[in-house]
């Protein structure tokens, strides 16, 4: 008897525990497809699948804010700026991650923030991420080109020369060096 009224009180947890297990498996799915879309540049898809993954409720924490960061890469490469600083914004100001996200983060919403014109928060994000140790050449030509549009000439062919000795081959930061008037190696 004992062991009937256990397998009973098992079967109703099932059957009470599905529809949450279903929508789990929904939800992941979601983000799952999002990631997909994202990395194979279908930014319509992966905004559609990463919201909904978001908007589920499934998730919490570290998992929302990095979704919010793939989704706030999807809006920038659609070119819906604000919408993408916002979702950027969210997931930095969680607290949930660790630097490594946060400078993603914090470099993306620079991006967004340079081709919104807004050199000033553009500058700040680019510092405070490579200042997290997100440091590559594409960020110091990026952060130059921001400085460059910001009047801030100096600063920027310093951030262009560290870009070249790190990406000596790449020749849109040798053509930027050139454009300049300065001698490249």
């Given at each position: 008897?004992?062991?009937?009224?256990?397998?009973?009180?098992l079967?109703?947890?099932?059957?009470?525990?599905?529809?949450?297990?279903?929508?789990?498996?929904?939800?992941?799915l979601?983000?799952?497809?999002?990631?997909?879309?994202?990395?194979?540049?279908?930014?319509?898809?992966?905004?559609?699948?990463?919201?909904?993954?978001?908007?589920?409720?499934?998730?919490?924490?570290?998992?929302?804010?990095?979704?919010?960061?793939?989704?706030?890469?999807?809006?920038?490469?659609?070119?819906?700026?604000?919408?993408?600083?916002?979702?950027?914004?969210?997931?930095?100001?969680?607290?949930?991650?660790?630097?490594?996200?946060?400078?993603?983060?914090?470099?993306?919403?620079?991006?967004?923030?340079?081709?919104?014109?807004?050199?000033?928060?553009?500058?700040?994000?680019f510092?405070?991420?490579?200042?997290?140790?997100?440091?590559?050449a594409?960020?110091?030509?990026?952060?130059?080109?921001?400085?460059?549009?910001d009047?801030?000439?100096?600063?920027?062919?310093?951030?262009?020369?560290?870009?070249?000795?790190?990406?000596?081959?790449?020749?849109?930061?040798?053509?930027?060096?050139?454009?300049?008037?300065?001698?490249?190696?």
């Open positions: 008897m004992r062991g009937v009224k256990f397998l009973a009180l079967i109703v947890c099932l059957f009470a525990a599905m529809p949450a297990m279903a929508a789990n498996t929904d939800a992941r979601e983000m799952n497809e999002g990631s997909m879309a994202l990395r194979q540049g279908n930014y319509n898809a992966a905004v559609e699948h990463l919201s909904a993954a978001i908007e589920s409720g499934q998730f919490g924490g570290e998992a929302v804010a990095a979704m919010l960061i793939s989704r706030g890469q999807a809006l920038y490469h659609l070119e819906q700026y604000q919408p993408a600083a916002d979702d950027l914004t969210a997931a930095i100001e969680s607290g949930v991650i660790n630097d490594t996200l946060t400078g993603i983060a914090l470099a993306t919403r620079a991006s967004v923030y340079r081709k919104m014109g807004e050199w000033s928060h553009a500058v700040a994000d510092d405070a991420a490579i200042g997290l140790g997100t440091v590559n594409k960020m110091y030509f990026h952060r130059g080109l921001t400085l460059e549009a009047g801030q000439r100096a600063r920027a062919i310093a951030d262009y020369r560290r870009a070249h000795d790190m990406a000596p081959d790449n020749d849109a930061i040798r053509e930027k060096l050139l454009e300049l008037g300065e001698a490249v190696d």
